[in-house]
């Protein structure tokens, strides 16, 4: 029997069909029915207990690709407990007052966990360079990598995702041991493993926000791919301090 509601369920086997395939397409493959049945529980979890859902505006090319599924599961997010925003609240594109979010964050202990780590590491110092404002005002960033590839077991076989998942989630806490102490935030980058992190930090009650593809450009470092999503922005936004990371 699957956790949760069952309707909830069958929508969220709908809605994430399209992610599954490019998961199974570009990072690992989720191969059994019971290994699916473990994913779409995490999620339907994560959904059941989260305090805020950030969610596609019903205005935006996202929402309308799935958009029946989309309503169904904005209808039953409403009934609960949980305070619904739309996703691009975080979006370094939207101010409040007249600043960015990340100006609004202070004295606080991040965890990072991105692909360009290294990157971050020399641009967290040099962030009123980056912004010619202050972001992340006193704030103490540790960073982590994300998850890349699967790796094999002890026979020489694939690793299982919820296998592998569990895994790399251990690591964080026996790589960072001490560092994790008194962590206030953790920022997600863009990783299919997402909601295994985010369960995995919700059982230390540790606020965890799945930022996406947009996390990098936090930290001043942009691809040419976010370079062509995010033109504008960038063309006024970006100065000689930021870093074109290659991917």
């Known amino acids: 029997n699957r956790d949760g509601d069952e309707y909830l369920t069958k929508l969220n086997e709908a809605h994430i069909g399209d992610s599954l395939r490019k998961i199974n397409s570009d990072i690992f493959s989720i191969d ?6 473990l994913y779409i529980t995490l999620i339907i979890k ?16 996202d929402f309308r690709e799935s958009a029946k599924e989309n309503f169904s599961i904005l209808k039953l997010l409403k009934k609960s407990n949980n305070s619904v925003l739309a996703d691009d609240c975080l979006s370094l ?38 912004w010619g404002s202050k972001v992340f005002e006193n704030c103490e960033i540790i960073t ?40 206030d935030m953790v920022l997600l980058g863009n990783t299919p493993f997402s909601w295994f992190i985010i369960y995995y930090f919700s059982q230390f009650k540790i606020t965890t926000i799945d930022v996406g593809e947009e996390l990098d450009m936090y930290f001043g470092l942009y691809s040419n791919e976010l370079l062509e999503k995010y033109k504008e922005f960038l063309s006024v936004t970006r100065n000689k301090e930021w870093i074109n990371v290659i991917c």
Do not use: C
Request: hydrophobic share 35%; charged share 30%.
């Open 46 to 61: 994560q959904i059941q207990e989260s305090t805020v859902m950030l969610f596609p505006s019903p205005m935006t090319d």
């Open 144 to 183: 982590f990598e994300v998850p890349k590839n699967i790796g094999m077991d002890a026979s020489g076989n694939k690793m299982k995702v919820v296998d592998y998942s569990q895994k790399y989630v251990n690591s964080i806490g026996e790589t960072l041991k001490n560092e994790l102490r008194n962590v």
């Open 93 to 130: 594109t939207n101010k409040y007052d007249n600043k960015m979010w990340i100006e609004l964050v202070k004295n606080k202990k991040i965890l990072v966990i991105s692909e360009n780590v290294e990157e971050i590491e020399k641009q967290k110092n040099n962030l009123e360079n980056i």
């Open 32 to 37: 059994t029915f019971k290994e699916l049945q």
